[in-house]
């Protein structure tokens, strides 16, 4: 399932959103939910989620799952978490997973789906649609406007009790782009029970604000066209997305020169962490993806 979160550093109750975003992370790791965060009104807003979020959002902070229900208690967060659990306890009729990959030139996302349904359809291209997303994580620091600091100890945690009316943060779940794809992406007719597959490739639009691609998940979502509730939803997180068709270092290597790594622009990293690096041992040369 799928929360869509309005937000934005102008506003001063926004950090209910940041906290209850951190929260549902945290909570749900098996990829239930997928948080999306939609900011309007400063350096994160993306033109591509404007109608999203006028069509959706009721002030700010607000959220919606899959685009059906309101999420009337953004905070506290255990409100919020409730409506959530009732909401994934439903059961679903659609279901829709993917793999992804950057494309070579690293300016888009190739996704690779599949799509069931437990009905049969004679209809289902002019019913259902497919749309593909990004979101990036780690964007920032940009300063975000807090009314909290003047409250008690546990009232916001992370800004009350003295914190400043004005904090450099880092955000995550930013969006960044979406597009919908309305022919094509679901056959004329489906069978229940059959899984149909399905290629797209998202480019970057030269409007969409990307710090660094490193950190960004992709997200497949089933539309219901008539209703535009979001059926089912399914996320590929930043370190599979990176690490797709990318060669693993071999667990064991016969030559006796020593490994060397560097980053994408070339500079060499003594002990490089999580990412995208090549590898450099006498002749043999690769991209590999470090865990």
């Not at 349904?117 to 004679?122: E, R, S």
């Not at 899984?195 to 089933?222: C, P, R, W």
């Not at 994408?264 to 590999?288: F, H, W």
């Amino acid at each position: 399932m799928l929360i869509e979160e309005f937000t934005g550093t102008w506003c001063q109750f926004c950090p209910q959103g940041i906290v209850t975003m951190d929260k549902l992370r945290e909570t749900y790791t098996d990829g239930s939910v997928i948080p999306v965060a939609v900011h309007s009104g400063d350096e994160m807003k993306a033109t591509s989620f404007s109608e999203i979020d006028r069509n959706y959002s009721d002030g700010y902070p607000s959220a919606i799952m899959n685009r059906m229900v309101y999420i009337e208690y953004i905070y506290p967060t255990e409100y919020c978490i409730e409506e959530i659990d009732a909401f994934r306890a439903l059961p679903t009729p659609s279901k829709v997973t993917a793999t992804a990959h950057f494309n070579e030139t690293r300016n888009g996302v190739i996704f690779n789906t599949k799509t069931s349904f437990c009905f049969d359809n004679a209809n289902a291209a002019d019913e259902y649609m497919l749309s593909f997303a990004i979101t990036e994580d780690n964007v920032g620091p940009y300063k975000q406007n807090s009314a909290f600091g003047s409250q008690p100890a546990g009232t916001l945690p992370g800004w009350d009790n003295g914190k400043p009316s004005s904090i450099e943060t880092i955000y995550n779940d930013v969006a960044r782009q979406i597009n919908n794809v309305t022919t094509g992406s679901i056959p004329k007719s489906v069978e229940a029970g059959k899984e149909y597959e399905y290629t797209y490739e998202l480019k970057f639009k030269a409007a969409t604000k990307i710090s660094n691609v490193e950190n960004l998940n992709a997200i497949v979502y089933l539309i219901n066209r008539k209703t535009n509730v979001v059926e089912n939803a399914y996320m590929i997180k930043s370190e599979d997305l990176l690490s797709s068709g990318i060669e693993e270092i071999e667990a064991t290597d016969n030559t006796n020169a020593p490994v060397e790594y560097f980053n994408l622009q070339g500079m060499r990293v003594k002990e490089p962490a999580n990412g995208l690096y090549i590898r450099r041992q006498g002749s043999d040369t690769r991209k590999v993806f470090v865990k």
